[in-house]
Nanobody, 124 residues
Framework: QLQLVESGGGLVQPGGSLRLSCVAS????????IGWFRQAPGKEREGVSC????????NYADSVKGRFTISRDNAKNTVYLQMNSLKPEDTAIYYC?????????????????WGQGTQVTVSS
């Protein structure tokens, strides 16, 4: 059974950092593009960042460019989202999702498997 588990969320002050992890089990991530999405209360889900199956291509939402970095370690079946210079508007539940294709996309409907999410709260 395919499973994705996110971790690393928490409460952080503005300007702080967090590193989210997305660990896959039941399948190997080698052939999957991975996306990170977030959903804040009362708002629609939005794509934050995504990475191709090889890790050679990445994309970022304009709101996080220069602050967030996505990476993957296929040997550990894990994808990371390093989040720096966090802002209150980054507060949301963050989800990772996987799709068996080479190129990633911010279209959530393209993804087959989703994690349960991890809460990120940025507040002083």
């Amino acid at each position: 059974q395919l499973q994705l588990v996110e971790s690393g969320g928490g409460l952080v002050q503005p300007g702080g950092s967090l590193r989210l992890s997305c660990v896959a089990s039941g399948f190997t991530l080698d052939y999957y593009a991975i996306g990170w999405f977030r959903q804040a209360p009362g708002k629609e889900r939005e794509g934050v960042s995504c990475i191709s199956s090889s890790g050679g291509s990445t994309n970022y939402a304009d709101s996080v460019k220069g602050r967030f970095t996505i990476s993957r370690d296929n040997a550990k079946n894990t994808v990371y989202l390093q989040m720096n210079s966090l802002k209150p508007e980054d507060t949301a539940i963050y989800y990772c999702a996987a799709v068996p294709r080479r190129i990633c996309t911010f279209s959530g409907s393209a993804y087959d498997d989703w994690g349960q999410g991890t809460q990120v709260t940025v507040s002083s």
